[in-house]
């Protein structure tokens, strides 16, 4: 079973509490979600945001396509937004009480999409109204459910003693989200456990909604299914994936993080910050005698103080991260060259975002690949790895500060706003499988000068002020063994070759199955390669496609050459990336020598879905070699 849901209307009015309600109803049925946010950069203003996703029975749930089975609208601008998302046998939800509007009625709609709609419509012979929009949606088979929102929440409001136009604003959510459960045939208790998530659980509002969503119901005499209400044997939790993020560096001992404001990062240090001090589970070792433990998360001044602190924190024994975006990462390239030439093990936790410049501030792209393997200025070793879902985000997020600590080297973890702005009910991570691989510190039973960067170790040791009784020196500066400055040609090219052979050193200990993974036939003829968050729709496309393969790259520097090789070599390869360059595809023919038979890339600002995928893999059969994905969902 799979349903695809949106539920649009003005930014700031309530989408998002409303998209809140809905999934964790749903998910409180017993069903998976996967689901994604998409708004503009402006706070409110009247402009269009909306969240789409997955109802499922089974986990992972597919990634969203192009299309939606139901869409919950608030109001004509939401309609019209999405009249291409509809197709025959879709359900649209919409306020009559708007059909005469047209798309110069929505003043923070966007000018081209009005001039598109008004063009659309004139060449149909059409005027471009909501209401003619839904005529002609009917006419290609879409299931129009019209109810006047307004006049139906005031009637709803006398009969449950609630007259206050800003009390019966205040239902637009609910009613929405109860016209939504109707369609799926669940019952008002569902909306009532939404409204507790998303509302609080003052029981006077919660019994007020769910008396609100009762009447709601009684409009709606159509389904899309019956869901019944399942029970699920496992765990799960509703988060997204900054929450998965901040969890994760919980998990994975991360006691200092610093930040500056930047969307989509924020959410992830903020997390973070919310829940210090951390509790403390029963099998923690030697920390379970605690009940909590402390943490700082520190907001900087800007880009370049939030990882030069982070790097302070790392130098005195904390495992230190610090999240930004595109903007912010720019800023960070000195700091990141000297935690590179000091060799100290610091992580960027970097959702990248549509630049450049500020670019799509709250849109998607994976832009930042090449920008993160050569950030900064010189040659120092580094880790440059990707996540492509939630439940890696957060098993990620341990296994990158275990890097970080091990090879003493800047680890930079590529996320994107797609994976932030993803909601799911899931299962919940297994923390029993989170390993947190601690370098223990040199401790000298006395005081004494101690070699920071001694030329015989690839790996310098684990020297903590205060704790190691060392006197030891760290330097940006290039250096000798004792960390004093040094020009010296032979031991600056000794210097710089014990630190650039971590780089192989890396390559040599990490895992196969942590760099990439291979899903499909393993004689398949045409292989799909890509990185990062277009993973959940590869391998949701890959049940229809099931004469390709999908070889998912996570390692992106060390890149693992020997091993994409082996999968690529003699094969037919369609890279597809959420970039203009195809930046895999250059990495692959850089460090592997692999020429892609074709790239299908997306840059409007919008992710990669099940669909584009699909259509590109039959596009690349069809011969084309560039592929340039438009879809607007």
């Known amino acids: 079973m799979k349903i695809r849901f949106l539920i649009g209307g003005p930014q700031g009015r309530g989408v998002e509490t409303a998209s809140f309600m809905f999934i964790y109803g749903v998910g409180a049925a017993g069903y998976y979600i996967y689901a994604r946010r998409e ?37 004509g601008h939401a309609v019209l937004e999405h009249v291409f998302h509809l197709r025959r046998g879709s359900y649209l939800v919409y306020n009559t009480e708007e059909e005469t509007k047209t798309p110069d009625s929505y003043n923070m709609m966007s000018k081209a999409l009005a001039e598109r709609l008004k063009k659309f419509a004139k060449e149909r012979g059409f005027e471009p109204t909501v209401g003619n929009f839904v005529k002609y949606l009917r006419e290609n088979g879409v299931e129009a459910v019209g109810v006047p929102y307004n006049k139906s929440i005031t009637e709803i409001g006398r009969k449950i003693g609630v007259t206050s136009p800003v009390m019966l604003a205040r239902f ?14 669940l019952g008002e208790e569902y909306v009532a456990r939404g409204v507790e998530f998303a509302l609080g659980k003052k029981a006077e509002v919660i019994e007020q909604n769910r008396r609100v969503a009762v009447e709601a119901m009684r409009l709606v ?6 869901l019944q209400p399942r029970r699920v044997e496992v765990k799960r939790v509703f988060w997204n994936g900054n929450e998965a993020a901040a969890y994760g560096k919980i998990a994975g001992g991360v006691r200092f993080v610093s930040y ?34 402390g943490a700082v998360a520190f907001q900087a001044e800007d880009e370049l103080s939030a990882i030069a602190v982070t790097t ?9 991260a610090t999240a930004t975006s595109g903007p912010g990462f720019s800023l960070m390239a000195e700091a990141l060259s000297m935690a590179g030439m ?10 990248m975002r549509a630049g450049p410049s500020t670019g799509q501030a709250t849109r998607q792209a994976q832009e930042e690949l090449l920008p993160a393997t050569f950030i900064g200025h010189g040659e120092y070793p580094k880790i440059v790895y990707a996540s492509g879902d939630l439940e890696e985000v957060f098993y990620d997020s341990v296994k990158v500060f275990n890097w970080a600590e091990k090879y003493r080297v800047p680890v930079i973890h590529l996320v994107d706003k797609n994976l932030s702005n993803t909601f799911t009910v899931m299962p919940l991570p297994d923390f029993s499988k989170v390993r947190i691989d601690a370098v223990k510190p040199v401790v000298f039973p006395q005081t004494k000068e101690a070699e920071a960067y001694p030329l015989d170790s690839l790996v310098p040791p684990r020297l903590l002020p205060g704790v190691s009784n060392a006197v030891f020196h760290l330097n940006s500066l290039e250096h000798d063994p004792e960390g004093d400055p040094e020009e010296d040609p032979v031991i600056v090219a000794r210097m710089f070759e014990r630190r650039m052979a971590k780089m192989k050193l890396i390559d040599e200990e990490i895992p196969p199955e942590d760099k990439l993974a291979y899903f499909g036939p393993p004689d398949a003829e045409v292989v799909i390669v890509g990185w990062g968050s277009v993973k959940p729709a590869v391998l949701s496309a890959l049940e229809e496609l099931r004469d ?24 037919k390869t369609l890279f597809i990336e959420n970039n203009y360059l195809a930046q895999l595809a250059l990495a692959s023919r850089m460090f592997a020598g692999i020429e892609p038979t ?36």
């Open 548 to 571: 390709a393969a999908f070889l998912y790259v996570k390692m992106l520097y060390p890149f693992p050459a020997p091993l994409v090789k082996k999968h690529l070599e003699g094969k």
């Open 260 to 293: 500056y404001p930047i969307t989509p990062a924020t959410d992830d240090a903020m997390t973070f910050e919310r829940l210090i001090p951390f509790p403390v589970r029963k099998d923690a070792g030697e920390l379970a005698a605690l009940e909590r433990v």
């Open 342 to 351: 000091m060799e100290v093990g610091v992580v960027v936790t970097l959702w």
């Open 221 to 226: 005499d159509k389904r899309i299914a019956t």
């Open 172 to 185: 637009v959510n609910t009613f929405v989200v109860a016209l939504g459960m109707s369609l799926l045939g």
């Open 39 to 75: 708004f503009w950069s402006n706070i409110a203003g009247g402009r269009h945001s909306y969240v789409v996703g997955t109802i499922s029975e089974s986990w992972p749930a597919p990634a969203p396509g192009n299309t939606v089975d139901m869409a919950l609208t608030f109001d």
């Open 312 to 320: 302070g924190a790392a130098i005195a024994g904390a495992r230190a």
């Open 598 to 633: 074709a790239v299908a890339v997306k840059f409007n600002g919008r992710p990669v879905t099940t669909d584009d995928v699909v259509d590109a893999y039959k596009r690349f059969k069809a011969g084309e070699k560039i592929i340039k994905i438009e879809t607007d969902l």
